[in-house]
């Protein structure tokens, strides 16, 4: 059994997990002495947003040294040291693998600007029209145009993301080849996988113009094609060396696609973080927002669990904002919060659990733009005041969707600066940590901490509720019901996502309750979620 099947991984948001030295942003140290809270909660990895040396214009998702440390996160010692100390708790370290873009600050791109350097293909670069037309086009990903043209070397260069992040050229064989020798160096280190950002978007087969979309347009060009396949099985010759393992950010995939990415017959990657089960309160993209409807939700999963033997599971992460508000209830605060993490612990595949999340972190209070710091929130304001969209308007949008709700800091603990820092927080602090912190669950034997904790154990000692079957039993309006199977053994659970009773079919020995009760009958309360034996 491979050990990433029996592994809660935990994720990192380096910059918001905990300061060690007063500057007001998260670093390794800071990481390193709260090593015990991960391991209380019995995660077996983490992964960590880069940490490599970046000029943050997407924090940190904008490298411009893969072989080295932001020194705001501290130092290559420190990373050892973090990779050591895990390991002497049995929590193995991933890092995120960012190869689709470079910053525009690395020396690749730097160089690439001269048309006689060995780095001139290193990126794809194109003319424009003789009027100032840009190469086709294309939208990105981040509310702007992707070309960005270059004085020095008098074209353009695609960029997907923000401005600053180029996307490199995998026609070229010596990008790849600059990649395989990036995986060495952190293998070498000890790190036991990567996290592969946007990674089914590597291959562009082409630079024409396509189809005009109302967002996104070009995507036909390089999602999920055959050379990204191609260049993932090269990756995993390099990764088995190392019996590592990956996973993949990979976004619009279909279950069809991620079996071809993720198989186990294909050689590529061990599991993807699908986007379809996030989409079910928006339409087509995350700015248009409609009402979550749990049914949708509840069909999204079941598909997934159908279509792929073992795949990632999550319900929040950086890019995302917080689960309670989206799909539990602000008023049943914590019974929603635990029945988000049941769903999360107990259904088929590697849970990855988003920091905070453990506590019910929420969506930040802020109250406007100058507030946020996410790049994708500041060019969105750009794009809708270029259509007169009031900017009441443009907040509402902005604040439901801004990346920024699931940055802000760690609440370690009920004082001003909620434990995190000594100094002035990079971003600001949730005025909701008075409550909602890790010092006050700690205390209360009925909190979502010690639900997770309590559930992780559970996991631990049921090999069930690991390695069992999914047999889903119910998906109706308000109730989402399955059951776990495997050799003889099996558990059933029960989830009410709604603030009324509900009935379900289910019965069975009590195991667990986000209420208080000694027996179950079939009725659930509010947010009540069971566990059934
Ligand atoms: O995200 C890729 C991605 O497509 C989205 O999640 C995106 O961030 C946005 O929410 C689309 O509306 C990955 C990283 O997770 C993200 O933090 C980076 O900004 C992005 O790639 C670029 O590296
Ligand atoms: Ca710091």
């Known amino acids: 059994m491979e050990w990433w099947k029996d592994a809660i991984i935990y994720q990192i948001y380096p910059r918001s997990f905990q300061d060690s030295n007063g500057d007001g942003i998260g670093d390794i140290p800071g990481i390193i002495s709260r090593l015990d809270h991960l391991q209380e909660l019995g995660v077996g990895a983490v992964w960590l947003s880069p940490v490599y040396k970046s000029p943050n214009a997407d924090n940190g998702y904008d ?26 708790r049995g929590i193995r370290v991933i890092m995120d693998l960012v190869i689709n873009h470079t910053s525009t600050d690395h020396y690749w791109f730097r160089s690439s600007r001269d048309r006689t350097s060995p780095y001139a293909d290193y990126y794809y670069w194109a003319r424009g029209g003789a009027n100032g037309e840009l190469p086709n086009n294309w939208t990105g990903f981040f509310g702007e145009d992707c070309w960005e043209f270059d004085p020095e070397r008098c074209e353009y260069y695609l960029h997907l993301f923000a401005r600053s992040q180029a996307d490199l050229n995998y026609h070229n064989p010596a990008v790849l080849e600059e990649v395989k020798d990036i995986l060495r160096f952190w293998l070498e280190k000890g790190v036991a996988g990567f996290r592969c950002d946007v990674i089914n978007l590597l291959w562009k087969d082409s630079l024409e113009s396509s189809k005009k979309r109302l967002a996104l ?72 927002k409609r009402k979550f409807r749990p049914q949708v939700f509840f069909d999204c999963l079941v598909k997934w669990q159908k279509e792929l033997d073992w ?20 008023a049943y605060w914590k019974e929603s919060g635990k029945l988000l993490a049941t769903l999360l612990l107990t259904v088929r595949g590697t849970p990855f659990l988003y920091q905070g999340q453990e506590i019910g972190m929420m969506d930040f209070d802020f109250t406007r733009l100058r507030q946020l710091n996410d790049v994708e929130s500041k060019n969105v304001d750009k794009v809708l005041r270029r ?105 059933t659970v029960a989830l009410n996502f709604s603030g009324q009773n509900a009935q379900t079919a289910c019965r069975g020995t009590l195991v667990r309750s986000n209420y208080p009760r000694n027996g179950f009958d079939g009725t659930l309360r509010p947010w009540e979620a069971v566990i059934l034996a």
């Not at 795949?311 to 602000?330: C, M, T, W």
């Not at 669950?441 to 996991?459: G, H, T, V």
């Open 63 to 88: 490298i411009s040294d893969y072989r080295e440390i932001n020194p705001e996160y501290g130092t290559m010692e420190d990373m050892e040291q973090l990779i050591a100390e895990a390991k002497s």
């Open 217 to 288: 347009t070009g995507l036909e060009h390089y999602l999920s094609l055959e050379g990204t396949h191609g260049i993932l099985r090269q990756l995993r010759e390099v990764l088995d060396e190392y019996n590592a393992f990956t996973v993949g950010e990979t976004v619009f995939v279909t279950p069809e696609m991620a079996r071809d990415l993720c198989g186990r017959d294909r050689g590529e990657l061990d599991m993807v973080f699908s986007f379809q089960h996030m989409e079910c309160d928006q339409y087509f993209i995350k700015w248009f």
């Open 311 to 330: 795949n990632a599971v999550y319900l929040e992460n950086h890019d995302q904002p917080r689960s309670i508000p989206r799909f539990g209830s602000k």
């Open 387 to 491: 259509y007169h969209i009031p900017r009441k308007l443009r907040w509402k949008i902005i604040a439901r969707s801004s990346r920024d709700n699931a940055r802000t800091p760690f609440q370690w603990d009920g004082g001003p600066k909620a434990g995190f820092t000594g100094g002035r927080p990079w971003l600001g602090i949730n005025s909701n940590c008075a409550e909602i912190n890790l010092a006050a669950q700690e205390e209360d034997p009925d909190s979502i901490w010690n639900w997770y904790k309590d559930l992780s154990a559970l996991r631990r000692e049921h090999t069930v509720l690991r390695q069992g079957s999914f047999v889903p039993l119910e998906t109706g309006r308000q109730v989402f019901a399955y059951r776990r199977e495997l050799a003889g053994e099996s558990m």
